[in-house]
């Protein structure tokens, strides 16, 4: 990932109004006017870090993520673009996990989620995706994401058709999950909604 000093700064002081018109004419139709996807196959964009939503769309450009349609589109957009673009997403939503969902579900997933299983090697997914876990700066949210794109891409990683993530966490540790646990990590946090401080 292109993140210069100048990115970086960028992505902390972005054209929000320039990223607002990208959204409005080249990725609301898919991701939604307010970032909230009306299709199952794309991914929720609003309340996305800024910095995780900038990797992806660099490594859509650059080949790093392969999907054809969304190469097609980043082509034309330059890097302080997709800054400012990722800022606007990330600036729509602000909020937490709410602790009134995450405890909830299966006691096993649960435990995946806040634990991990140390005997094969598998860290507790809140360890990066959780709210203030202190994961890498790229990490996205997992809340509230569309089950059917959390399953797609923990498989996708899990058979190492998807290869973007630094240094291979994602593949590492997607690949010595079992199918049904899988599965139920994308049950899991579709179900889990993000709240704001206010509600």
Do not use: W
């Not at 004419?25 to 991701?31: K, L, P, Q």
Request: charged share 20%.
């Amino acid at each position: 990932m292109s993140r210069t000093p100048q990115i970086i700064d960028r992505l902390h002081h972005p054209n929000l109004k320039n990223g607002a018109e990208i959204a409005a004419n080249i990725c609301a139709s898919c991701h939604g006017d307010n970032g909230v996807s009306p299709n199952p196959q794309f991914p929720h964009m609003a309340g996305q870090s800024a910095f995780a939503i900038y990797k992806q769309l660099h490594d859509f450009k650059n080949g790093a993520r392969v999907n054809e349609l969304m190469a097609s589109i980043v082509q034309d957009l330059d890097d302080e673009q997709m800054a400012d673009v990722a800022a606007h997403f990330s600036a729509l939503t602000k909020g937490a996990l709410d602790p009134r969902t995450i405890s909830s579900g299966d006691p096993d997933v649960v435990r995946l989620v806040e634990y991990g299983v140390s005997g094969r090697g598998i860290p507790g997914c809140a360890s990066c995706h959780g709210a203030h876990a202190g994961g890498p700066i790229e990490t996205p949210t997992l809340a509230g994401q569309r089950q059917e794109y959390l399953l797609a891409q923990l498989t996708a990683f899990a058979n190492g058709d998807r290869h973007n993530d630094i240094y291979n966490r994602m593949r590492g540790i997607a690949a010595k999950l079992r199918k049904d646990e899988i599965e139920k990590l994308a049950e899991y946090y579709a179900a889990v909604r993000l709240f704001r401080p206010q509600d």
